[in-house]
């Protein structure tokens, strides 16, 4: 079965800093991978996604990720954050399309101004 | 485009009281529906899922029951609401690939 582990319950930064959240995932086989933000009283957004090929993908609001198969990672970064990035971010695995998605327990990111 | 409401926006409910909370997806026919219940600040536990009409697979039941009665909505529901219902409720659909798009989120308080 799939896991995720998000190792850093809440992360603070201060504004124009560089973030990396991190996320490891327990999957035997190839996974899909995914970041989503929560904002206060909101839904999930996805902020990116890998399925394959470049091992470093892109999101929005200029995140990034990169998956390190061989550490079974999948970190979180941007290179200069902005108070608005104050949010709760979850890491999440899955084997495939018809595959259940298991996220991590969430990572409250504090953006200090 | 694809939109997921979710109704009510929040309530706030007695103990011991009926709950139906609901969820439409516009847009897209035959979604993968799903149901999660978040407690305060915390994880994301996935309740229910539903790939067709009229069929529903519990996950993790916490007193609660799913419903599908069209393609389009899905219901979660209790005939008695206990105080470990409080929480922010949401229903996410899923398309033909992996990810999955959140709705807006109801917010229950159980008093």
């Known amino acids: 079965a799939q896991s995720v582990t998000q190792p850093d319950a809440r992360v603070t930064v201060s504004e124009g800093a560089s973030l990396q959240l991190r996320c490891k995932y327990s999957?035997?086989?190839?996974?899909?991978l995914f970041w989503y933000v929560q904002y206060p009283r909101q839904g999930l957004q996805l902020l990116l996604k890998?399925?394959?090929?470049?091992?470093v993908v892109q999101g929005v609001n200029g995140f990034e990720a990169e998956f390190i198969k061989s550490n079974s990672s999948f970190h979180l970064r941007k290179a200069s954050v902005h108070w608005s990035d104050s949010a709760v971010y979850f890491c999440a695995v899955s084997a495939g399309s018809n595959n259940r998605i298991f996220f991590g327990d969430g990572t409250q990111l504090v953006v200090k101004p | 485009a694809q939109t997921i409401h979710q109704w009510p926006v929040a309530e706030i409910k007695a103990v011991g009281s009926p709950l139906s909370l609901g969820c439409t997806i516009k847009?897209?026919?035959?979604?993968?529906l799903y149901w999660y219940w978040q407690a305060t600040g915390g994880t994301l536990q996935q309740l229910f899922y539903?790939?067709?009409?009229?069929?529903v697979e519990s996950v993790v039941q916490l007193n609660l029951s799913a419903s599908r009665p069209k393609d389009d909505q899905f219901i979660l529901s209790t005939e008695k609401l206990l105080l470990s219902h409080s929480g922010f409720y949401l229903c996410a659909w899923r398309p033909d690939y992996a990810e999955q798009f959140f709705g807006p989120g109801t917010r229950l308080t159980v008093l």
């Open positions: 847009g897209k026919s035959s979604p993968n």
């Open positions: 999957y035997s086989g190839t996974p899909y």
């Open positions: 539903s790939i067709t009409v009229g069929q």
């Open positions: 890998y399925y394959s090929g470049d091992p």
